[in-house]
């Protein structure tokens, strides 16, 4: 990701923690939508710019103004070094409300099989709590699932798109 | 690929206009294929299935008949045709036959098979059905000749499950062999994956997202009623029953190390799973030999995704593909002499089959997009699902690859289809 890229990346996850501290953005991959979309023209979904909002929930005030997501290479499940530092305040913000629970969902791009991809996914989300238990989070606090190529954050059959699809999701429950 | 184009064109231009809507590609030239032909039933006209257009398609789409052309009047099951003309024209069989709508709104469906060399009589049957099992009859019709002719049963009124997808809505469907006549038996706002028939094909089990993670459900078709099956910490996926329907394969990531691994499930005990493999590697997409003796699955344990077999209670696992870097969703036939799998070559995936007595490979496709493959009852047809001109569909091939049918019936994406087991002990 180009540092232009990643600079609009974090402006857009702070414009929406700061959105409100009354609403919760629904599921993640629909707030992920709209970062895809401030990126890159590609989405087909975003026409428009209207991210959805789901009222219904309201910790969001709470949770730490950096990006929820991390980023992985092709068929790789090694976290970079560029996001350890958005893993460790992560990491922090957890252990400091014992009874917080967090889900890691896994992601991968559209190429190759559902099942093998769901693996996959499985891989990169486990990657991520492994690296939050290694910072001291207990592991009753964590669950990793995968969604696999199920849930793109981006619409798209290029690299733009599946770069932004091969991530895992750290999600406040 | 010109003379590819061309073929295609050619079969096109042949075919009959009526099965245009079946969209049948022929893309080699089947030097085995038996030439038949039919004579128009006599009612079909009025009738709200074309019967014999039904039967014609199903048996070009496997690939084993090859329609002769001839302008006719129609012939019932009781006309006794000179059967010189048909010879004439190079067809082996002709097959007569009638829909009669019934008094009490039933209808009355018969055919005769003649043998046109020989001119003999080679078979009749009928079947009295409700306007609903209409397209049914038909399936039973083609499958009735199927055997004759070929020896082997046919796979014409078995029944398909697959997956659609369209804006924020997931459908899996039930459906005839030709994607036909679909009902859909679950609708969610999440993806719905991996659909599989118990082998008596009452049920289906099947991997959902509806709950932000994926479990795996166990679902009564003709009820309705559905159980979770698994449901544990992390992912669990990838469902396959065992032969005698009593146990589940799936993926799960419960142990403490996490990683996808091998468990099995007893369907009717108290639904704690057994570990099969241990390994920290990926390991998935389990699926039983026919005989139930193996599980073939998915491992990357070799650095790479590669089909792996191992005894079915666990144990030793010896590799099975060994061309390329990435071999995944293995399939095997009923009569346990193939798999077929997706490969990747070259950035695509690609359909294979493979003899699993010699480990011969062929190619299926020429697509870049295969995904699921899953054999007929018969190990004589795969379906599969594929992108066709930027959506997802699905298609039939024969093993050899030379006849290829993108299944009607749906339109958007369709993906994930598993093809059922025969309906009837010897229909």
């Known amino acids: 990701m180009s540092m232009k890229k990643f600079v609009l990346v974090m402006g857009a996850a702070l414009l929406m923690a700061g959105c409100g501290s009354a609403v919760k953005l629904d599921s993640t991959p629909v707030e992920d939508r709209s970062t895809g979309a401030a990126v890159t023209d590609t989405s087909a979904t975003a026409k428009g710019g209207v991210v959805p909002v789901d009222a219904g929930k309201s910790q969001q005030g709470a949770i730490p103004a950096v990006s929820r997501l991390v980023y992985f290479d092709y068929d790789s499940y090694v976290i970079k070094p560029e996001f350890q530092s958005l893993v460790e305040t992560h990491a922090g913000f957890i252990k400091s409300d014992k009874g917080r629970k967090v889900v890691i969902e896994g992601h991968t791009d559209e190429r190759g099989g559902r099942e093998y991809n769901l693996a996959l996914g499985q891989k990169r989300a486990e990657a991520v709590r492994r690296a939050l238990g290694l910072l001291g989070v207990a592991d009753s606090q964590l669950e990793a699932v995968s969604f696999g190529k199920e849930k793109p954050a981006v619409q798209g059959g290029d690299e733009t798109a599946w770069s932004q699809n091969r991530r895992a999701e750290i999600s406040y429950r | ?427």
């Open chain 2, 1 to 427: 690929m010109i003379k590819r184009y061309v073929c295609c064109l050619l079969a096109g231009l042949l075919s009959w206009p009526a099965l245009a809507q079946f969209r049948v590609e022929v893309s080699g030239v089947g030097l085995t294929q038996l030439p038949i032909a039919f004579a128009p039933f006599r009612g079909d006209e009025a009738s709200p299935q074309k019967i014999g257009a039904i039967v014609q398609a199903d048996l070009e789409r496997s690939g084993q008949f090859r329609l002769i052309e001839v302008a006719a009047s129609p012939l019932d099951e009781n006309a006794r045709p000179d059967l010189f003309p048909w010879r004439q024209k190079g067809a082996d069989s002709l097959v007569t036959g009638s829909v009669t709508r019934l008094a009490d709104g039933r209808f009355d469906v018969r055919f005769r098979l003649w043998d046109v060399v020989r001119g003999k009589d080679i078979g009749r049957e009928g079947h009295v059905v409700v306007k609903g099992d209409l397209r049914l009859a038909a399936h039973r019709i083609a499958d009735f000749i199927y055997k004759t002719l070929t020896g082997d049963r046919g796979i014409f009124s078995t029944r398909i499950a697959y997956v659609t997808k369209s804006a924020q809505r997931y459908d899996l469907w039930v459906a005839d062999a030709d994607g036909e006549n679909s009902q859909s038996a679950l609708t969610s706002p999440e993806s719905i994956i991996s659909p599989a028939w118990s082998p008596n094909g009452t049920h289906l089990a099947y991997v959902s997202f509806e709950s932000r993670k994926p479990v795996v459900y166990v679902h009564e078709v003709a009820t309705g009623k559905r159980r979770l099956i698994a449901n544990f910490r992390g992912s669990n996926s990838a469902p396959a029953w065992s032969p005698d329907g009593k146990t589940l394969a799936v993926t799960l990531s419960l142990s403490r190390e996490g990683g996808s691994q091998l468990f099995t499930i007893d369907i009717a005990g108290n639904g704690e799973p057994r570990r099969l493999t241990q390994s920290s590697s990926i390991d998935t997409e389990p699926v039983y030999s026919p005989d139930g003796k193996h599980i073939y699955f998915v491992s990357d344990r070799g650095g790479s995704p590669q089909i792996y077999r191992m005894p079915a209670a666990g144990g030793a696992p010896e590799r099975v593909t060994f061309t390329g870097i990435y071999n995944i969703s293995p399939a095997l036939s009923q009569d346990g002499r193939w798999i077929a799998y997706i490969s990747r070559v070259n950035g695509e995936f690609r359909l294979h089959v493979m003899e699993l007595a010699t480990g011969s490979t062929t190619p299926i496709t020429e697509t870049s997009a295969d995904e699921s493959p899953s054999f007929a009852p018969n190990s004589r047809l795969l379906v599969y699902a594929t992108k066709h001109q930027g959506r997802e569909a699905l298609m039939t091939t024969t093993l050899d690859g030379k006849i290829k049918a993108r299944l009607a019936g749906q339109v958007g994406d369709i993906r994930e289809p598993d093809w059922g087991p025969f309906q009837n002990p010897d229909n």
